[in-house]
């Protein structure tokens, strides 16, 4: 069953669009955590001296690539897990008996999801810029798509390997918060990583978002702590794993 | 190709001891209006599921409009259209986009898919409701709208999984008028499942009754009901008369059974040409000394072929034995509401 249906991927895609664009309170709720915490953490510690920051840099150019990780993470986490809502409302089984190949619906709602997944991320550029942060150049804002792309395809993966695990929606906050909370905080998303003890770090090393934020700061900053092109090859190893396994967990999912 | 729509071989599911269905045999011609009768948990839905792919058996198999339901799944569903049991549809699109959507799932192109919405909006009444968001449809809307989805992509055989479950009096018949008009004027054969029997009287062809995952009957409404073979007589009596009562009546052999129950206080009596026969019954037990309370007579209806087959009524049998199952229905149909 591993034929292919675009017409297929792109009408689930289209359908997250539609819900995108119409569920703007939704939309609002989740950018409100990713904007907060870039407000209040970028003038609180605007003056604060951090120690391992790079020479020259203002947090707020090391925070806003950050935050954008952050926002990433979260809504493509959510854009997996969002398979629980259409389970539980029925929606699923329409999708199911449709004539349409299990990798055809995995790659359509992983389209949807990483779309709007991105939106947000370049949403909470703007605040970004209001602040002060200043994009190195047109070529490094194109590579930081290019991360944004793989680092909500990696966790819309993930979400969607979970919530295939999953019978119902009772799950949803566990993952929220076990999961999702310390991959973020571990990311080195508001602080460098050379800050935590050294069990600690090693964490971070395991957490793909580690690398994520790295090269969306080294693309669009120029701040990074490894090589911009081992931050890519990890990523995209971690999005290659995650991406099978969520395919590969919703094939053999059941239905009901 | 044969004219069979459906057909299948012992098909069976099991959930670990729990055989849900029961090495099924039925074979459905095309154009038919075929209905599964059963109580809450007799298997019909599992029925359903494995013959709409959502469900691989655990035992025997089925071909649909000639598909293997095991080997061909995406031919299987090509030829189908599913409403099932459960709301299925995104709340937060309008009618038209669900629609749209599953036109597109099924590879129709633009102009196909508008004329298509168009039309099957209109067999079911909604044209004027087509844009609003379905979480603002009441229960019947949502479920008119799910019947036309079903039919969007012009299938063979269309499933029903207890399409009036839940609905008031009115809308159900409606529906029943839909179902009705889609099977006469599209030609589309209708396999549906429900637990009212004056449902599957009114709307169906045949009718297979299922009890504990078997088929316990399969045939016309009429042939059916014919094997009742009789009109029903009830009488009330209270239950210190019933037995002086059956007594009183024993010397009649036109009456071809006799049916207590302690509960109602009343006693059943199948008999032929039954109008005619109250006086005599009831002189009869006048003269026995028996007080009837009340006398009603009724055409023999599935109900009385249901309690023949398994010796219970379908709605004892609902309360006691699929109890969880009523309650988990009821909680989800709460939302369409």
Redesign the interface.
Known sequence: ?ARL?L??I??LW??EM??FF??KSRVLGSLAPPFFFLAFLGFGFRTAAMPELPEGADYISYLAPGIIGMTLLFSATFGGLSMLW?RE?????????????RLSIVMGRTAGGVTTAVMQGLIILIPGFLMGLEVSGFGGFLLSLVFMVLIATTFNSLGLAFASRMKDMSGFSLIMNFMVFPLFLLSGALFPIENLPIWLRSLSYLDPLTYGVDGLRGSLVGINTFPLIFDLVVLAICCALALGLGAYLFEIS??? | MDGTAIATNCLTMRFGDFTAVDEVSLSIERGELFGLLGPNGAGKSTIIKMLTTMLRPTGGGADVWGHNILVDRDAVRNSIGVVFQDPSVDSQLTGRENLDFHGRMYGMDKTTRKDRVGEVLELVDLTEKADILMEDYSGGMQRRLEIARGLMHHPHVLFLDEPTLGLDAQTRRYIWDYIQRMNREEGVTVVLTTHYMEEADYLCDRVAIIDQGRIVALDTTEKLKDLIGADVITLEVGNSHQDKLVQAISKFEWVSSVDLSKETETVNLSVDHGEARIPEIVLSACRAGVKIKSVSMHEPTLEDVFLKFTGKKIRETESSGAGRMVAVQSRMRTRRH
Do not use: K
């Open positions: 069953m249906d017409y297929a792109y009408t289209l359908r539609i819900r119409r569920l259409d409302f029925g929606f699923l089984r329409e999708i199911m008996v449709a004539p349409v190949s059941d239905v009901d």
